[in-house]
Every structure is written in structure tokens, then in C-alpha cells.
Nanobody, 126 residues
Framework: QVQLVESGGGLVQAGGSLTLSCAASGRTLATYAMGWFRRAPGKEREFVSAISRSGSSTRYADIVKGRFTISRDNAKNTVYLQMNSLKPEDTAVYYC???????????????????WGQGTQVTVSS
């Protein structure tokens, strides 16, 4: 079992940047593919980005492609989400999640993920 803790959220103006971190404890992060999801007020949780166990494969939602970058440092047991050119519609609670999937596989459905963090709030003002 792995415990996940997100950090790095906050209030930023449109066009600004934030970097979210997801620190893992309990088990080595290298045994999990990792994903970022978000839930905006009044909306369902949606996929943002995911990265394979080694970091060699990544996937992005179309709405963040070109603006967000996911990365991981398995030695530090941490996954990151660099968010640039933020828009008010990016306002949401952001969650990281761990997927016990075979190496190289990256999945976008939240139902496939086994462990979740508590979330971190990102607010983008116009």
C-alpha cells in the first residue's frame, strides 16, 4: 500500500504557473504508474495526465496538452505536474493517484487507479 500527499496548489492569476507535487510513502513509487486528476466545482472528476512507471510514457487530456507537463523522480518518490498558461477553467481540486499496472502502461480512467491523495486546491483568477 502507498500513501500519497499532494502539495503546491494555491491561487494564481490567469497565465501564471504552478507546480504540483505528489509525495509517496509506504512503498516505492516506481512500482506504480501515476496519474493526475481534477474535480472542478459542480463537475465530475476528470483525467489530466498520467505517466508510466519508468517515466518513458505520458498521456495528457486534450485540454491541458501543451500547457501541462507530468514528470516523476522515482529516487525521491515524487511525481510532479508543471502547469503553465493557467486558465480560470483550470480551477479545481487536483488529485494524484497510483495505478498498479504493468510497466509501460498508462491509463486514463480513474476507475483503474488504486490509491489516491487528499487533493490540493488550484484556483486561477481572471
Amino acid at each position: 500500500q502507498v500513501q500519497l500527499v499532494e502539495s503546491g496548489g494555491g491561487l494564481v492569476q490567469a497565465g501564471g504557473s504552478l507546480t504540483l507535487s505528489c509525495a509517496a510513502s509506504g512503498r516505492t513509487l516506481a512500482t506504480y504508474a501515476m496519474g493526475w486528476f481534477r474535480r472542478a466545482p459542480g463537475k465530475e472528476r476528470e483525467f489530466v495526465s498520467a505517466i508510466s512507471r519508468s517515466g518513458s510514457s505520458t498521456r495528457y487530456a486534450d485540454i491541458v496538452k501543451g500547457r501541462f507537463t507530468i514528470s516523476r523522480d522515482n529516487a525521491k518518490n515524487t511525481v510532479y505536474l508543471q502547469m503553465n498558461s493557467l486558465k480560470p477553467e483550470d480551477t479545481a481540486v487536483y488529485y494524484c493517484a497510483a495505478d498498479r499496472v504493468y510497466s509501460g502502461i498508462v491509463r486514463t480512467s480513474s476507475n483503474e487507479y488504486d490509491y489516491w491523495g487528499q487533493g490540493t486546491q488550484v484556483t486561477v483568477s481572471s
